[in-house]
Structures are given as structure tokens and as C-alpha cells.
Nanobody
Framework: QVHLVESGGELVQAGDSLRLSCVASGRALNPYTLAMGWFRQASGKEREFVAASRWNGRTSYADSVKGRFTISRDNNKTAVYLQMNSLKPVDTAKYYC?????????????????WGQGTQVAVSS
């Protein structure tokens, strides 16, 4: 079992930057096979992929955030961050951290077994 806790969401203005954090914990946590990712869900819309991180540093991004968002892991591989720059009103959503054990780079929400409660990001124009 992996427990995920996100933080960092808040109300910002368009063009601002924000950094989201997600810390993983759990019994017998094996960070070297833990794939982690970020998804988001805007009001009235389906949850969508934002970014994914493999334990060895490989990453993948949704086209809508490429060049603006950066996903990274801490040295212990048990935390994942999402640096969001040049934020736009369309980035307004609840952001969820997700994790699963596996050596791949997962962009489909159904590949993830563990989810955080989410952190709200609101971008005003």
C-alpha cells in the first residue's frame, strides 16, 4: 500500500509559477520501482494526464504542458514535484498525484494503483 499526500495548490494569476509536491509513504515502499505521475481534473471534465516520471529520471508530458511544466523526483525517489511555469487559466484544475509499481513510464490513469486526494490549482486571468 502506498499513501500519497499532495500540497502546493493555490490561487495564482496567469503567468505565475507554482510548485506542487507529493510525498509517498507506506510499508516496504520500494522507490526504485515506483512510477509516479500527475493528473488533473477541471470542473465538469474528465481527468487527464499531465506528466509522468520513471524512477530513473525518464519523463513524459502532455502536449498541453510541454515546455511549461517539469516533473522531478527527490533523491530518495519517494517524492515527486511538478514545477508549473507560465500558468494559464486553462490550467485551473484539481491536481492529483498517482503512483504504481512498475518499470515503465505510464500515461494512462488506469495504469496507476494509488492516488492522492488532490490539490486545487486556480489560475486567474
Amino acid at each position: 500500500q502506498v499513501h500519497l499526500v499532495e500540497s502546493g495548490g493555490e490561487l495564482v494569476q496567469a503567468g505565475d509559477s507554482l510548485r506542487l509536491s507529493c510525498v509517498a509513504s507506506g510499508r516496504a515502499l520500494n522507490p526504485y520501482t515506483l512510477a509516479m505521475g500527475w493528473f488533473r481534473q477541471a470542473s465538469g471534465k474528465e481527468r487527464e494526464f499531465v506528466a509522468a516520471s520513471r524512477w530513473n529520471g525518464r519523463t513524459s508530458y502532455a502536449d498541453s504542458v510541454k515546455g511549461r511544466f517539469t516533473i522531478s523526483r527527490d533523491n530518495n525517489k519517494t517524492a515527486v514535484y511538478l514545477q508549473m511555469n507560465s500558468l494559464k487559466p486553462v490550467d485551473t484544475a484539481k491536481y492529483y498525484c498517482a503512483a504504481t509499481y512498475g518499470t515503465g513510464l505510464f500515461i494512462d490513469e488506469y495504469d496507476y494503483d494509488y492516488w492522492g486526494q488532490g490539490t486545487q490549482v486556480a489560475v486567474s486571468s
